[in-house]
């Protein structure tokens, strides 16, 4: 499947800092998911987008589908140690998901 | 709540040996998924099943194959692993929109 563009490949911050990352893609997606992956573990979803131009919270992160539906952004609001991990990018059409390589946030204290 | 299983979080095989991975989702979800994560080449989708019985090839299937002979179960077999097939094994169920993955097993053919 088709590779997402995802930026930045990784970043360190400050605890208590905003952070954003994006997708972009060549390609039209009906929907725009966010996962973040602990070291070890499985992805888990963080947003959904279902249609262009939506921004959508969950707790202290914001998404938004891209007008065009061929980019999307996420941004995570006053940073904590807990938010460290692998954040990733997928656009999806019917069944199949296409990835970003992933973010990796690190947090300094 | 969502939820998907996978039989094992890691697993140690020899080569030539046959591997069984188990993927259990409590959802009624009629669409599953495996991948497979590996650093620097990020999720690869090994092969998928949209209904009973029905299974399509993803980008790398070679070396695999899957089963899926009820819903909420979808296995993965390495007919005769290989060290190239370590890796971070992920299964994934749907639903229209969304997707959702496994804890994922870690696979470590010596």
């Known amino acids: 499947g088709q590779q997402l563009n995802q930026s930045p490949q990784s970043m360190f911050i400050q605890e208590g800092e905003d952070v954003s990352m994006n997708c972009t893609s060549s390609s039209i997606f009906n929907t725009w998911l966010w996962y973040k992956q602990d070291p070890g573990e499985g992805p888990v979803l963080l947003i959904a987008l279902y249609k262009a131009g939506e921004l959508t919270s969950n707790g202290r992160l914001t998404a938004q589908f891209g007008i065009t539906r061929k980019d999307s952004f996420l941004n995570i609001s006053a940073s904590i140690p807990s938010d460290v991990g692998i954040y990733f990018c997928?656009?999806?059409?019917?069944?199949?998901?296409?990835f970003g390589a992933g973010t990796t946030v690190t947090v300094r204290a | 709540d969502v939820k998907v299983t996978q039989s094992s979080r890691y697993l140690v095989k020899r080569t030539g040996e046959k591997v069984f991975l188990e993927c259990v989702q409590d959802?009624?979800?009629?669409?599953m998924f495996w991948y497979r994560q590996d650093p620097g080449l990020g999720l690869r989708l090994i092969y998928f099943?949209?209904?009973?019985?029905?299974?399509e090839k993803g980008d790398i299937p070679e070396g695999y194959s899957v089963s899926r002979e009820k819903k909420e179960r979808f296995s993965l077999i390495l007919e005769s692993a290989s060290t190239n097939q370590t890796s971070m094994y992920l299964c994934a169920s749907n639903l229209p929109y969304e997707q959702y993955f496994g804890p994922g097993t870690r696979l470590t053919v010596t």
């Open positions: 099943s949209y209904d009973v019985k029905m299974k």
């Open positions: 997928a656009g999806k059409n019917d069944y199949k998901l296409s």
């Open positions: 959802m009624d979800h009629e669409n």
